[in-house]
């Protein structure tokens, strides 16, 4: 059972009352799930405060990441996009129609290929993901720091190997 300053945590307090309601079943997983998860959307509401900042959502600050991770001269096609990205083929569309609006992408004709597409950076996209990245970082270090050195270490290599048994 994992405990605050105030006691039970609420995923101890809901294994209690399952342990009560069905002592036949080991809830004991959700001790690991049930944190995790609720870990997860406190980072994810953390990270996104950094992207508003920059007049961005998660999804496109992946993409412009992804363009800039691409180096010189920081284009990828649509699709090599989705491939990138956490953002699906359906939702990059839109995603791309936003960013090329605000003028932090372009498209134009592939090279080989006058109908294939290549998104690109634009000048101020670049600057717009390299200010972003900086201060994501920053917030990123902030938020690992609350573990501690070796916490952070410990727990990176198990779940470095658990997401590796999902993702062979």
């Not at 079943?25 to 950094?50: K, Y």
């Not at 936003?98 to 670049?126: H, N, Y």
Request: hydrophobic letters at 40%; glycine letters at 10%.
């Amino acid at each position: 059972m994992s405990t605050t300053a105030d006691g039970p945590d609420r995923i101890s307090r809901i294994q209690a009352e399952w342990a009560l309601e069905r002592p036949d079943l080991d809830v004991s997983p959700q001790g690991v799930i049930g944190r995790l998860h609720r870990v997860a959307g406190h980072l994810t509401d953390e990270l996104r405060i950094v992207y508003a900042e920059f007049g961005l959502g998660e999804g496109d600050f992946d993409v412009l990441a992804a363009l800039r991770r691409a180096g010189e001269p920081f284009e990828r096609t649509p699709g090599e996009l989705a491939e990138h990205t956490m953002v699906t083929t359906g939702g990059m569309t839109k995603r791309i129609d936003r960013l090329e609006k605000a003028g932090l992408v372009a498209r134009r004709a592939g090279s080989g290929d006058r109908r294939s597409r290549v998104v690109a950076l634009t000048p101020r996209g670049r600057e717009t993901i390299d200010d972003a990245f900086t201060a994501h970082m920053a917030n990123e270090r902030r938020l690992v720091d609350q573990l501690g050195a070796d916490d952070a270490r410990r727990l990176e290599e198990i779940l470095g190997r658990w997401l590796a048994r999902f993702e062979r």
